[in-house]
Nanobody, 124 residues
Framework: QVQLVESGGGSVQAGGSLTLSCAGSGRTFGSYYMGWFRQAPGKEREFVAGMRWSGGRTYYEDFVKGRFTISRDNAKNTVYLQMNGLNPDDTAVYYC?????????????????WGQGTQVTVSS
């Protein structure tokens, strides 16, 4: 059974940094696509960044380009989201998710597995 467990959320001041981790278990993820999403109160879940578990091109939404970096450690079966230059608009629950086809969708519906989410709060 596939499980994703996020960690690393917390509270920071504007301009600060956090690194989120998503540890996967239950199988090898090969060509699966890993996405990071976030959901703020009263808003829809939105795509933030993604990459294929096996490596290759990364993708970022414009609102995080240059500030966030997605990476992976295959040996640890873990994907990371390094977040720099945080601002209050980044406040949300952050989720990692896996999509089996590896197509790199930027909407939530195609994703097959989700973590439990980790809260990120940025104060001004």
């Amino acid at each position: 059974q596939v499980q994703l467990v996020e960690s690393g959320g917390g509270s920071v001041q504007a301009g600060g940094s956090l690194t989120l981790s998503c540890a996967g278990s239950g199988r090898t993820f090969g060509s699966y696509y890993m996405g990071w999403f976030r959901q703020a109160p009263g808003k829809e879940r939105e795509f933030v960044a993604g990459m294929r578990w096996s490596g290759g091109r990364t993708y970022y939404e414009d609102f995080v380009k240059g500030r966030f970096t997605i990476s992976r450690d295959n040996a640890k079966n873990t994907v990371y989201l390094q977040m720099n230059g945080l601002n209050p608009d980044d406040t949300a629950v952050y989720y990692c998710a896996l999509e089996r086809s590896g197509m790199g969708y930027t909407t939530a519906l195609p994703y097959d597995y989700w973590g439990q989410g980790t809260q990120v709060t940025v104060s001004s």
